[in-house]
């Protein structure tokens, strides 16, 4: 379980997280929604341990990132996998490569027995015959489809999405989705997730948490946050430009 | 006072901005001693930094030392010691020219390079997927180049010295009619060990300037495009500036 509690974050005097409680249940997809600003990637990167706290607690299976430092960090941190907005591949590295990294570098297993796991990552993505293409030779769909491999490779314990269909086309979306089930039936790590589609947000999770104002106003399961009473969650949940959330 | 404070803010910018550049050479070099050793990695980083610098330091060497030997020519012809041609371009080469121009030629092909790359690593989030992946970046990308860029910039200025010296000897000898065995035995004369060995103690430090600089900037760059190329500029003319300021240091030292 991943507990936040009171975190605290300002940039060049602006603070951006006012104090953060959220609480991330061990095997739940969590989904983190807010309007663009709202600190929703802040939070995201504090969670994964790029960014460190002005002050509060980020308390992983017991450990508090906030205040680990070098091997202790990257041993909570190995539990981790992350899926970038962006894809965030290698792009001097071919697919093949991309996915092999972390094997290669951090377990240290010959070339047969990376080469098996990758192929079979790669097969399970739906990416099979594909690792001699680089990531500027593939779509967008596919990038995230090998995001989504290189960090399985690994088996983490916690799974993070940033924004995983923004920018793909309806087929594609729904093909990630369906991926990323097959991929939770198979092995149950904790999802969380940061994303704008309410659809996506409504389907795939099992926790939505909304950040309004570098707080977290409301945390409740998809079928309960929408008969919110809150007049934010109500406004950002039916995409209304009138309410208490600002645009600008 | 508005001046003042102006002043006072860009000092503190400043000194901030020195401050964590020495915290990331003082990464770099903890990373360095510490293992796994990623040879593969540096000797990648050589082949990038040294052999494909390798034409433009030929070219900008052979010039150099044209030009010297041209100028040189005339000047000492008026002190009727045309002679001391040879000593002047060595001396010339092996203590100035050969590592201030190296480590500029350098800074221009592969330390500006080395910033659009790492910049575009950052922009794009790759240095974040290493971080995740609990793989240092500094190790994995910083490291082999920085180690890279001191090891091949003493080689590239001793090509660059010798090169020189024979676009030198093209010029007086071949051009101008000075007796090539008064060429070559002036310089015989005149360099001493201590001459080439201050040479390689300055391309050395400028090796490691450079590579400094230039990956310090990638790796801290601003946002977007934008940051990249600022990030590039900011890399060539700093690393520029103190190459030159460094050698003026180091030869008051050295001499």
Redesign the interface.
């Known amino acids: 379980m991943i507990k936040v509690s009171n975190l605290r974050k300002s940039f060049e005097g602006v603070e951006v997280l006012r104090g953060v409680d959220l609480e991330i249940p061990t095997g739940k997809t969590t989904a983190i929604i807010g309007k663009s600003g709202a600190g929703k990637t802040v939070l995201f990167k504090h969670l994964v341990g790029l960014m460190r706290p002005d002050s509060g607690s980020i308390v992983v299976d017991g450990a508090d990132i906030a205040a680990l430092k070098g091997r202790a960090l990257n041993n909570v941190k190995r539990k981790f996998g992350m899926v970038f907005q962006g894809g965030a591949l290698f792009d001097s590295l071919t697919v093949f490569e991309n996915v092999a990294l972390p094997l290669k570098e951090l377990m240290r297993l010959s070339g047969g027995e990376t080469a098996s796991k990758v192929n079979a990552m790669l097969r399970e993505v739906g990416l099979p015959g594909m690792g001699d293409k680089y990531p500027d030779e593939i779509s967008g769909g596919m990038k995230k489809r090998v995001a989504l491999a290189r960090a399985l490779v690994m088996s983490p314990e916690y799974l993070f999405f940033d924004e995983p269909t923004t920018g793909l086309d309806p087929i594609v979306e729904t093909a990630i989705h369906a991926l990323m089930k097959r991929c939770k039936s198979l092995s149950p790590a904790t999802y969380v997730l940061v994303s704008h589609d309410i659809r996506e947000v409504l389907e795939m999770s099992d926790l939505v948490a909304m950040l309004h104002e570098g707080a977290v106003i409301e945390c409740s399961p998809p079928g309960e946050i929408v008969k919110s009473s809150n007049p934010a969650v109500r406004q950002f949940l039916s995409g209304s430009a009138e309410g208490p959330i600002q645009m600008y | 006072m508005g001046f003042f404070i102006f002043i006072g803010k860009r000092t503190i910018f400043y000194l901030r901005e020195m401050g964590r550049m020495f915290l990331f050479l003082f990464r770099f070099i903890l990373s360095a001693v510490q293992p796994p050793y990623k040879i593969v990695r540096v000797v990648n980083e050589m082949h990038f930094i040294g052999v494909k610098s390798l034409f433009i330091i030929v070219l900008t060497s052979g010039f150099t030392g044209m030009v010297l030997g041209l100028q040189g020519y005339h000047t000492l012809r008026k002190f009727g010691s045309e002679s001391a041609l040879g000593s002047l371009v060595a001396l010339s080469l092996i203590r100035e020219l050969g590592p201030v121009l190296g480590a500029l030629m350098v800074t221009a092909r592969a330390g500006s390079a080395m910033t659009a790359e790492l910049g575009?690593?950052r922009i794009?989030?790759?240095i974040?997927?290493l971080?995740?992946?609990?793989?240092d970046p500094i190790k994995?990308l910083v490291e082999p180049k920085m180690l890279a860029g001191i090891i091949v910039l003493p080689l590239l200025v001793a090509i660059f010295d010798v090169i020189g010296i024979y676009g030198g000897y093209l010029v007086g000898v071949k051009l101008l009619g000075i007796n090539a065995a008064r060429y070559f035995d002036g310089m015989k004369e005149s360099v001493e060990w201590r001459d080439i060995w201050s040479g390689a103690v300055k391309s050395l430090a400028f090796g490691l300037i450079v590579t400094w600089v230039s990956c310090y900037k990638g790796y801290n760059c601003g946002h977007g495009a934008k940051g990249v190329s600022d990030a590039t500029t900011e890399a060539v003319v700093l690393s520029a500036i103190l190459v030159l300021m460094w050698d003026y240091f180091l030869t008051s030292i050295l001499h």
């Open positions: 575009i690593m794009s989030e790759q974040d997927a971080d995740v992946m609990t793989l994995f």
